[in-house]
Nanobody
Framework: QLQLVESGGGLVQPGGSLRLSCAAS????????VGWYRQAPGKGREAVSC????????NYTDYVKGRFTISRDHAKNTVYLQMSSLRPEVTAVYYC?????????????WGQGTVVTVSS
């Protein structure tokens, strides 16, 4: 079965950190760029970050620059999103997607999402 599985979400206090993981099974993640997206309650899905197939190029939306870092481990077929200095406004369901380009244009696979809640 071809799928992406996110993990690492949870409840964290403001100022804390989390690392999200996006693991692929049934296919090689190296064949795709990978993006992280978020959907806050009552809002649409928006792009957060992406990483190219090689990992040599990354992109971030303005409000996470300097606080989030995307990376990929080719051996583990996994992409990570390290989230630091978390603020309540980043509370959302976070999804990863495998596709083409960074910023991504055309998506092939979506994960089921992992919930990130930033609250005291």
């Amino acid at each position: 079965q071809l799928q992406l599985v996110e993990s690492g979400g949870g409840l964290v206090q403001p100022g804390g950190s989390l690392r999200l993981s996006c693991a692929a099974s049934g296919f090689t993640l190296d064949d795709y760029s990978v993006g992280w997206y978020r959907q806050a309650p009552g809002k649409g899905r928006e792009a957060v970050s992406c990483i190219s197939r090689s990992g040599g190029s990354t992109n971030y939306t303005d409000y996470v620059k300097g606080r989030f870092t995307i990376s990929r481990d080719h051996a583990k077929n996994t992409v990570y999103l390290q989230m630091s200095s978390l603020r309540p406004e980043v509370t959302a369901v976070y999804y990863c997607a495998a596709g083409y380009g960074c910023p991504q244009e055309g998506l092939e696979f979506w994960g089921q999402g992992t919930v990130v809640t930033v609250s005291s």
